[in-house]
């Protein structure tokens, strides 16, 4: 019994010595939990790069600002902290404005670009510029009273060594490129340097098309007030046609030369045959009022009104005829100018010392000067009119 006694007490004695040992195994478990989250948040932190020094802002700090509750509970607060609204909208702007600078400098380059496209295009096919391209190309060229051009043949040398001698001092492919009458022009370009090559085929029935690439291509090549052209057996005063062009410069479309109406001539193997006869009404009919082809002159706007239609304007046979044709049905000024078409001395001679000075002399019964590569000076030196009028001369 006592034994059995003895027994119970142990066994109660080791039941409440087994109640504490398990409080204090959890209290100790909750205190290394703890100590060890305490331990484990200060250790893991990442090292900073050797060689580095990193200084914590105010605002960093702010951010980074821990706030520990109990054991078991860690909250991170991170502040915004944003940039003042008027910066931002500062950037903003000058961002915008910056762009839409490098825009209008981008289209300003493409504009210029298809302006120059377009002026290349329109000497090489003929095609019509836009008003844009018109205004743009022109505005970098340099303003002239008058071009002139000296309708000239590959066979004409001596022609145009005698212009080149007298009235203008200064300053076509045929139909075999590259043959020997090419190498000529080439040799002689390269000596002169006053020719313009057209991309056209020599010929008597290819006039009118000469005459239309001409006033084409010139009014894209020079900013002019008046397109001249003059065959190369015809003698010219350059300052007395200057002075009669700047009294009509004012006129916007102006077709200057010494008119005529000669008939249609409908024979076959005539000179100045028309094979397109019948247009012109019944046989015996006379052409429409035109400029003789020695020498005329027409204005910017007529000029570009052939370069923009070339590839519809028709063609006759005679190039004066067709040059009418073009402005027949035009609102333009006809100017019939009697001293476009003066006779050689003693005519032009006589009229000079009258004080009524030529603008060009050449013979009827030639369409030019009869042999004028070796007439022309004697024209010149009792015709012309004097070495410096060209200087002296009122434009």
């Not at 980074?64 to 509970?73: A, R, T």
């Not at 095609?127 to 009273?145: I, N």
């Not at 028709?314 to 044709?325: C, M, Q, R, T, Y």
């Not at 032009?348 to 590569?373: H, L, M, P, V, Y």
């Amino acid at each position: 019994m006592s034994f059995k006694l003895r027994t119970e007490q142990q066994y109660s004695a080791s039941n409440k010595s087994s109640a504490v040992s398990q409080k204090w195994t959890l209290f100790l478990c909750l205190a290394c939990f703890c100590g060890g989250m305490l331990f484990t948040n200060r250790l893991w932190s990442l090292p900073e790069p050797k060689g580095l020094t990193r200084t914590t802002t105010a605002i960093e700090a702010e951010k980074l600002k821990l706030i520990s509750e109990g054991c078991g509970s860690i909250a991170l607060h991170q502040k915004e902290v944003l940039p003042d609204s008027k910066d931002i909208d500062g950037e903003v702007h000058k961002t915008h404005n910056a762009i839409h600078t490098l825009d209008k400098t981008i289209s300003s380059l493409e504009m210029e670009l298809a302006a120059a496209k377009a002026t290349q295009e329109s000497i090489l096919s003929g095609s019509p510029q836009s008003e844009d391209s018109k205004k743009s190309s022109s505005s970098r060229k340099r303003k002239y009273l008058m071009v002139v051009g000296i309708n000239t043949a590959f066979s004409s040398r001596k022609r145009r060594d005698s212009v080149r001698a007298t009235w203008m001092p200064t300053g076509g492919c045929s139909a075999t490129s590259g043959g020997i009458l090419d190498r000529a022009i080439e040799a002689e370009d390269q000596k002169h340097g006053d020719f313009l090559r057209l991309d056209h085929v020599e010929g008597y029935l290819e006039l009118s098309a000469k005459t239309k690439i001409y006033f084409a291509t010139a009014v894209a090549l020079w900013d002019a007030d008046f397109y001249v052209k003059v065959d190369d057996d015809v003698h010219v005063n350059i300052a007395t046609l200057g002075e009669t062009l700047v009294r009509h410069r004012k006129k916007p479309r102006v077709y200057i030369g010494c008119m005529k109406s000669g008939p249609v001539l409908n024979q076959k193997g005539v000179r100045y045959h028309e094979p397109e006869y019948w247009k012109f009404g019944e046989a015996g009919n006379k052409y429409f009022r035109h400029a003789t082809g020695q020498l005329y002159a027409i204005s910017h706007d007529l000029a570009s009104y052939i370069s923009v239609n070339q590839h519809v304007l028709h063609k006759f046979a005679n190039e004066d005829v067709s040059l009418g044709s073009w402005f027949i049905g035009l609102d333009v000024d006809h100017i019939d100018d009697r001293r476009l078409c003066c006779g050689t001395p003693p005519d032009c001679e006589w009229k000079a010392q009258a004080g009524n000075i030529c603008i060009a002399s050449f013979d009827w019964t030639c369409s030019g000067i009869c042999r004028s590569a070796d007439r022309i000076k004697e024209v010149h030196r009792r015709c012309g009119e004097g070495a410096n009028a060209v200087w002296t001369a009122k434009f």
